[in-house]
């Protein structure tokens, strides 16, 4: 077949240069949105290949065989790549303006970047030289640094960069010293062994100053100030010598009838600290709208029933009514009836709790504290029992200071439980788990191990409850399970927790903040809280309190009392 004449043939459409160019800039395109949608990418790794793709979008608008909508599309990536490059150099400049970035930091020439990481690398060999017995090069090498950090210290006060000249010969000093501690093999992976090894040492120095630290604080803690000894003595003192005291407590018979009157507002502390009491109790009465109608029952032991008597009876509390009584005064207290002192007829709980041979002294001091073995302790288990007139009670230990009036707990509705307390559950070390041993199957049977923890300290008992549903048995049944001490180890906050469970109602956290002899606590939650427990081992009237809380203690003591100042009381 013939081919027709050059000037009748149909023009050739060059559909591959149209259409390699329309991929190109649509390529283009996808990797612009790309790059931009994608933060992480390195400034410096991104930036040639967006201005590469702008200077394409740019000639793919000016090309007069690009479809319109493409030619669109071009100039709108154009926009947002113009706007993200502008709004990169805001964020930079922010970001160098935040970190107080330097010019002289950025620049590659910096002799002041060059001295510091020439000092963080010596004071790295200066470690493993000491460690290698070293020490001529390790007083080389830190004489060194100080003539660097002297440099870099004297160019900021003068605000004015270092030159190279004022620093030519600490660099080379200094790398002389870092070529010489690579001839030492002080090479990285040596460096890095023997750091960690260094490590190592520092951690177990640690653990074992924090292990004598607690030991030393425990002891402290248990320890009575010389101070609150002489005040105890001089107040049995005045107890026996004074007669007058004992007259007047005879005297005022109306006492009798308010210590049985439910329509008061009763409340019990068992302690032997006779300030720590004294306390509770001024602070309470201070703060009560109706003093008056306020009932402190306090229990203490034989040794300082005398006192705790003689210094109630010398000082008036706005009108509250205290009486006070021993333990040993309780005849159904005996071994026969509560089994905490059975056990400790036991020759290997004696064993236990004070030598501490028995585990090679595997037990945490905190548990051997002989405190916790106290009837004083254990007798807030046994308070329908103390007080069997009563059905409402509120039960205040001796660390707490009291800074709001408190009647409205005794109109709470604990819908039928025995026990008003606040919770501590907020955090999972303040749950069941952290003070039960659930490796026991009568523990795991029976509790569930994220169940709340509650506070003792500041509690409402309804004692009408507490006697319909025998709580003291249910103490009496897990204290005879944990006559091996498999169940807990010590304490009454663990077998409360047995006792209590599900018979205790959840109150308002503002009625009790804890934590002001151990730890910080929010300064708001302190300022809103009506009870304020000294938890923990830095009790306040100790010289290992806490002193930003002290204060809040102190104002409820009149250190101006002749026996306080005889005692050197402060």
Sequence with gaps: MRRRPSDFRRPVRRRFSNVFWLTLCGLAVLLLIVLLSRESLPESGSALIKLFLASHLQECISWDFIPTLVKRLCYYDLLAFQKDF???????????????????????DSVARQLIEQISLAKAFVVISKESNNLQFAWELSAQIRNSQILLSNAALRRAPLTTTEAETAIRDMALLLFQAQHLHYDSSTMIMRLKARIQGLEEQMNSVSEKSSKYGQIAAEEIPKSLYCLGISLTTEWFRNSNIQQELKEKKQIAAKLSDNNLYHFCVFSDNILATSVVVNSTSLNSKYPDTVVFHLVTDEVNYAAMKAWFSLNSFNGVTVDVRKFEDFTWLNASYVPVLKQLQDSDTQNYYFSGNNDNGKTPIKFRNPKYLSMLNHLRFYIPEVFPAL???????????VQKDLSALFSKDLNGNVNGAVETCMETFHRYHKYL???????????????????????VFDLVEWRKRNVTGIYHYWQEKNVDRTLWKLGTLPPGLLTFYGLTEPLDPMWHVLGLGYTNVDQQLIEKGAVLHYNGNSKPWLKIGMEKYKPLWDKYIDYGHPLLQQCNVH
């Design 86 to 108: 502008i709004q990169r150099s805001y964020r930079h400049d922010r970001i160098r303006e935040g970190l107080n970035v330097t010019e002289e930091m950025l620049s590659p």
């Design 391 to 401: 059905k409402k009670l509120v039960f205040l230990d001796d660390d707490v200071v």
């Design 437 to 459: 041993n659930y490796s026991h199957p009568l523990i795991r049977a029976h509790f569930d191990p994220d169940a709340c923890g509650w506070a003792f300290g500041m509690n």
